[in-house]
């Protein structure tokens, strides 16, 4: 079975542009997360997409968005790019209905450097 | 407050010999899972091993296993016999549940840095 796979794996961006990342979660997950992770301030969560549907958030500005596909394939969007949004960018899926045992399988990332 | 805490920002371990990563968690839940995920420095995330609060056993996968000590609320990860290969980031995490229905929310340390030595 394929894992978790996101594009671009590197970008480059200048302050102000917007900037769209892809991940393609397992065959067959329904949810998808995505963090920041930063040396500075570790993993933070941004969301949770789970059938379309955005589930959970956690405390980023409007800036950051995302959606989800009926495939189950997800995009998140940062608008306005910042020097720190400079990060990996982590995406995770998961069956989404596992409650407390609901394990997370990651992608490889895509760095962002802003300049 | 729901927190998980590793103490131990960075370790060091000889080839060969095993190592306890110190994972210790906070929550009044009843029902919550803790995971063990190694972050080698290409950036992925790698799931090494999970345990739920109402397992009896401890967990183990392969050279990996997991001290949980209920009371203590400590969730250790033992990796024994280590390999170079295992020179990495280490995160603990823990999964509650907010209230009903299936949404959960995933809590994550801060991670402890090893190198392994030759």
């Known amino acids: 079975k394929a894992g978790v796979t996101q594009t671009p794996r590197y970008l480059i961006k200048t302050r102000g542009q917007q900037v769209t990342l892809s991940c393609s979660p397992i065959?067959?997950?329904?949810?998808v997360s995505w963090y920041q992770q930063t040396p500075g301030q570790g993993l933070q969560f941004l969301f949770e997409?789970?059938?379309?549907?955005?589930?959970n958030k956690g405390n980023f500005p409007g800036r950051f968005s995302g959606r989800q596909f009926s495939n189950s394939r997800s995009e998140m969007n940062v608008s306005t790019l910042e020097l720190g949004d400079s990060a990996l960018y982590l995406c995770a899926s998961s069956l989404g209905l596992a409650g407390v045992r609901e394990t997370q399988y990651f992608g490889p990332g895509t760095r962002l450097l802003v300049l | 407050a729901q927190k998980i805490t590793q103490t131990q920002p960075g370790m060091f371990v000889q080839e060969k010999e095993a190592v306890t990563l110190d994972c210790t968690y906070d929550t009044s839940d009843q029902s919550y899972g803790l995971f063990w995920y190694k972050q080698p420095s290409s950036g992925e995330m790698i799931f090494l091993i999970y345990?739920?609060?109402?397992d009896e056993q401890n967990a183990t996968e392969g050279r990996y296993s997991l001290n949980f000590q209920k009371a203590r609320k400590s969730a250790n990860l033992v990796i024994s016999a280590s390999q170079l290969g295992d020179s990495a980031m280490y995160f603990c995490a823990m999964r509650v549940v907010l209230g009903a229905g299936n949404n959960r929310k995933l809590i994550w340390g801060l991670g402890t840095s090893l190198a392994v030595n030759p």
């Open positions: 345990q739920g609060s109402y």
């Open positions: 997409y789970f059938s379309e549907t955005q589930r």
């Open positions: 065959s067959g997950h329904r949810s």
